[in-house]
């Protein structure tokens, strides 16, 4: 049924929207996860999720490129089985390189949840209607689908595609002191030293480029920039060190992941994070409907003008 769906998409459409619409479209494939109650049923939702996203993201991956699908091998492990249904081709087995497959299979941990971030928030927020699991993931997809939060990956590469070469780092970090430039996959809301998820990245990249036999002339500057950057006070006492979208996308590039897919392989992992706080949520004895609160601060006592005196 899933795939008849995604069918229906151009073949041009972007996979995080084919995701996100394939998500919200497995409410209605599975009508008993409305019993929220039903602890066995949470249980299901969930296994349900964290199983079926990869083969939904490797359906929208394939689909964009006008190619078949490619149904999941359950003799493989979860990273092994979700890149044989992105590259499997017309080999009877398809048997992942255990680099690319440890190289996944980290960026999956590291990326499944992060705190109260947008989409884990969007998760909750939109899960305290006690609506079904799968309609509250969704909402985590279209948090995750905007480019300030699943697209910093991207932001990054088009930034070191920008600056082109090393020797154009110290111009692009004056630049950037000087308000004309954005230094991308630096700084976090949380750490405010060194990412530690993008330091086990990195010793990633180098095995990941060997596995695909690929040069990667963006990593050289990656690695220049972030030499550069913590040698220079500016940055450091502002706490700017290298986050964990620094290197993921090098990664993605390197495996032949365009880059309007890169949102999707974070959704992937991050599904096991928000249905862990939602499966946190839904237990909360004392869990109310989400209301923030706000606070009008625009003009007052303005008199009303009729509408044919406008």
Partial sequence: NIKNFMNGFRHDANPMGMLQASVGALSTFYPEAKDIDDEYQRHVAAVRLIA???????????????????YPDNDLSYAGNFLSMLFKMAEPKYEPDPRLEKALDVLFILHADHEQNCSAAAVRVVGSSRVDPFSAITAGCAGLYGPLHGGANVAVLRMLQRIGSIENIP???????????RLMGFG?????????????????VDEVLEATNKESP??????????????DDYFTSRKLYPNVDFYSG?????????????????????????????MEMIDDPELKIA??????????????VPIDER
Avoid: C
Avoid at 220 to 227: F, G, P
Avoid at 251 to 274: C, H, K, N, Q
């Fill in 171 to 181: 111009d692009f970090l004056e630049g950037v002191k000087q308000g004309d430039e």
């Fill in 250 to 278: 090098l990664i993605y590039e390197a495996l032949g992941i365009p880059t309007d897919a890169f949102t999707v392989m974070f959704a992937i992992p991050r599904t096991s994070g928000w249905m862990a706080q939602w």
């Fill in 52 to 70: 079926k996203m990869p083969t939904l993201a490797a359906f929208a991956y394939r689909h964009s490129l006008g190619l078949p699908y490619v």
């Fill in 188 to 204: 976090h809301r949380v750490y405010k030293n060194y990412d530690p998820r993008a330091r086990i990245i990195r010793s990633h």
């Fill in 291 to 304: 209301r923030p609160r706000q606070i009008y601060t625009g003009p007052r006592d303005i008199d009303y």
């Fill in 218 to 231: 963006l990593l050289d500057i990656a690695i220049e920039l972030e030499k550069h950057a913590l040698d």
